[in-house]
């Protein structure tokens, strides 16, 4: 910097020396604090146990209280203010990032990053991280050698991932439709996972034996007030799978094959069961392998009497008694299938589009369509 002077008319330009900056030792990053464990956190790390997978839109719907103000009190500066506030969506945010950071949970992306910008980011899918297994073993008994298993097999791509996360959307659907019916509705069991694969053998269309594979995406029941119970196996169809296709590989005909031939032998009677507590309330499902039939006739469960099968495809529907898309060229395929198939209402369709997390009771109404042209949309309590 200059400074100038006058003497004797004479200027004079003086030149300051720069002040030298000194130098600061870097800042030690601060120690990680220990994150301490709530009732909300415990709630976080149990539903994603039994989800498998979530995203924080369906953590959030599954978790946020119902009113966001509690009652008004008188705060220090004399206005009226509700006393406690809910839990909001960026409470969520911060709380899932803290719960990865402790390894509570573990974020998966669920489809691929998108590239340029302006397309948003990628969505995330929370799994559980490897230090859940002590919490969900003190606070709701799972043996930590389950969640340890579970985080292991959790390794698994994006697509499967994405699938996980479709499927678990239908269930929180299911879930808070029930929670809304106030009782009337209730979710007597969901189950899904490798317990549910299984086999049955037939005779396919040409005539000829064949095995053919048995494996939802899951299986529920429902019990409705004034109507018993109901029960459902889910195909999760994303549009990748041919409807037709030679040889043994998977296609959607050979599913509905599989499903038929195993109501025709009840094998679902002979494979699923109640599980009771001992005052008669349903807590679950039982589920049975081959070669154990004194076991099942002995323990009094009561069987799976009967069942249908939802598929959910991609797409939405074209109308109240018709549909579009997917869910059209396999419901026009289903005649090829043989007559037992054409007028089938055995298989119920809908377009993954029809449900909504803000207005979940839609997957009670009459939206389930059938091969059969006779027939009107179904409802699933009906």
């Known amino acids: 910097m200059d400074k100038e002077t006058r003497k004797s008319g004479i200027s004079i330009r003086i030149m300051e020396k720069p002040t030298r900056k000194r130098k600061t030792q870097p800042k030690e990053p601060k120690a990680p604090g220990i994150l301490r464990i709530g009732d909300r956190d415990r709630d976080i790390l149990r ?15 599954l978790i946020r209280e119902q009113g966001k103000e509690s009652e008004i009190g008188t705060s220090t500066d004399g206005k009226a203010r509700p006393r406690k506030y809910g839990f909001g969506m960026k409470a969520l945010y911060k709380r899932l990032r803290q719960l990865s950071q402790g390894k509570y949970l573990k974020p998966r992306q669920a489809m ?11 969505r995330t899918a929370y799994g559980l991280g490897s230090k859940s297994a002590q919490v969900l073993s003190e606070s709701i008994g799972i043996p930590v050698s389950e969640v340890r298993d579970i985080v292991a097999s ?12 479709e499927v678990a959307r239908f269930r929180v659907v299911i879930e808070l439709a029930c929670r809304e019916s106030e009782g009337n509705i209730r979710l007597l069991f969901w189950e899904q996972g490798i317990r549910l694969q299984d086999w049955i053998t037939g005779e396919d269309l040409d005539g000829e034996e064949r095995r053919f594979s048995v494996f939802p995406d899951a299986f529920f029941g ?7 119970k109901a029960h459902y196996f889910l195909e999760l169809d994303r549009g990748t799978m041919p409807i037709v296709r030679s040889g043994n590989r998977s296609d959607i005909r050979k599913k509905v094959f599989g499903y038929m031939l195993y109501r025709k032998a009840k094998r679902h009677s002979t494979r699923y069961r109640y599980r009771r507590l001992p005052n008669g309330s349903i807590v679950g499902l039982e589920v049975y392998s081959d070669g154990r039939t004194e076991d099942i006739d002995a323990s009094g469960a009561e069987p799976i009497k009967s069942f249908r099968v939802l598929f959910i495809a991609p797409g939405a529907p074209a109308g109240e008694l018709t549909s579009g898309g997917r869910i059209a060229n396999i ?18 369709f809908v377009s993954l589009e029809s449900f909504e997390l803000d207005r979940p009771e839609t997957a009670f109404e009459r939206i389930w369509l059938t091969p059969n042209p006779e027939h009107g949309p179904k409802s699933l309590i009906e």
């Open 47 to 61: 539903l994603v146990y039994e989800h498998r997978f979530l995203d924080t839109e369906l953590l959030w719907h």
């Open 112 to 122: 691929p990053r998108p590239i340029g910008r302006g397309f948003g980011g990628a």
């Open 154 to 165: 959790d390794d698994v791509g994006e697509r499967f991932i994405q699938h996980a996360l």
């Open 222 to 228: 429902l019990d409705v007030v004034g109507k018993g």
């Open 331 to 348: 419901l026009s395929a289903f005649p090829s299938f043989g007559k037992q198939f054409a007028t089938s209402t055995l298989f119920w």
